[in-house]
C-alpha cells in the first residue's frame, strides 16, 4: 500500500522499494496512464526520473533507503496526482 505526504504531496510505493522496482513502477503507469518518460537521471543511490501524466510533469523517485515515490512538481500536477491517487492505491496494493 501507498503512503503519501500531504504537504509536498509525493506518494510513496511501500511494496516496490528497490533501485530496480522504480521501472515496475513507470512501466506500469505507462501503461494505465498514458505516461511518458521526459529525463532519466539514474546514479549509484538513487534514480529521478522526469515524467509526464496527461501533460503534467511529476518526478518518479528512486533514493535508498527511503524507496520509490512520485512527486508532483507543481499545483497542476498536484492535482492531477490527486486525481489517478485512487487508481494508484487499487494498482498498487
Not at 518518460?37 to 526520473?49: A, C, E
Not at 512538481?73 to 487499487?90: A, F, M
Given at each position: 500500500m501507498q503512503?503519501?505526504?500531504?504537504?509536498?504531496?509525493?506518494?510513496?510505493?511501500?511494496?516496490?522499494?528497490?533501485?530496480?522496482?522504480?521501472e515496475t513502477i513507470f512501466s506500469i503507469l505507462e501503461k494505465k496512464f498514458d505516461t511518458v518518460?521526459?529525463?532519466?537521471?539514474?546514479?549509484?543511490?538513487?534514480?529521478?526520473?522526469t515524467i509526464s501524466i496527461n501533460n503534467e510533469e511529476m518526478y518518479l523517485i528512486n533514493n535508498e533507503p527511503y524507496g520509490n515515490s512520485i512527486e508532483a512538481?507543481?499545483?497542476?500536477?498536484?492535482?492531477?496526482?490527486?486525481?489517478?491517487?485512487?487508481?494508484?492505491?487499487?494498482l498498487f496494493t
Open positions: 503512503t503519501y505526504d500531504k504537504e509536498k504531496f509525493l506518494v510513496f510505493f511501500n511494496d516496490l522499494s528497490s533501485y530496480e522496482d522504480l518518460l521526459i529525463d532519466k537521471l539514474d546514479g549509484p543511490y538513487s534514480r529521478i526520473w512538481r507543481n499545483d497542476n500536477s498536484k492535482e492531477q496526482l490527486k486525481k489517478i491517487l485512487p487508481n494508484l492505491e487499487t
